[in-house]
């Protein structure tokens, strides 16, 4: 398998990441009376900030759905990245390198903050990203000897 494969995987992971995350919208897995008291008074809480008048409630739906879409895009552009790396897997070092930090450090976070599903699809993206990157590093004619029948 080339560093195009890798990318392609990571890429599929990461729209899975995507969905899974934004399918759990509002993303309040509590639902105990201590739980739905901290949500709602989220909800009920208002404020005015640099024009901004709205409640924590809205904060925490907004970064959310930002979540989604910066995911959405970084789906997109592994996708874009790994069609690069069909033709010069060199070139695309630096920005699979960018990627594969960003995934380190979310794999991280998501220990420290989370839960153990993005933890897990985060390290499953990272290994990918790694394994592309070190693929992406070999020589393009050793690339393409053994990969008689790419798609």
């Not at 969905?19 to 909800?43: I, L, N, Q």
């Not at 153990?116 to 393009?140: S, Y």
Request: hydrophobic share 55%; with cysteine; charged share 10%.
């Amino acid at each position: 398998m080339k560093a195009f494969h890798f990318l392609r995987i990571a890429a599929v992971l990461t729209l899975l990441y995507c969905a899974g995350h934004t399918s759990g919208m509002p993303w309040t897995p509590y639902t105990d009376a201590e739980a739905t008291s901290v949500v709602e008074a989220m909800k009920s809480h208002t404020f005015a900030e640099q024009g901004f008048q709205g409640t924590y409630w809205d904060l925490y739906i907004g970064f959310g759905l930002i979540i989604s879409l910066y995911l959405l895009l970084q789906a997109v552009l592994l996708w874009q990245v790994a069609s690069l790396a069909k033709t010069d897997a060199r070139r695309v070092r630096p920005i699979v390198v960018s990627f594969l930090l960003a995934f380190v450090i979310n794999v991280a976070l998501s220990w420290r903050y989370f839960f153990i599903v993005p933890v897990v699809l985060g390290g499953v993206i990272a290994i990918c990203l790694a394994i592309a990157l070190v693929l992406a590093a070999r020589p393009q004619a050793a690339q393409r000897s053994d990969s008689a029948g790419d798609l």
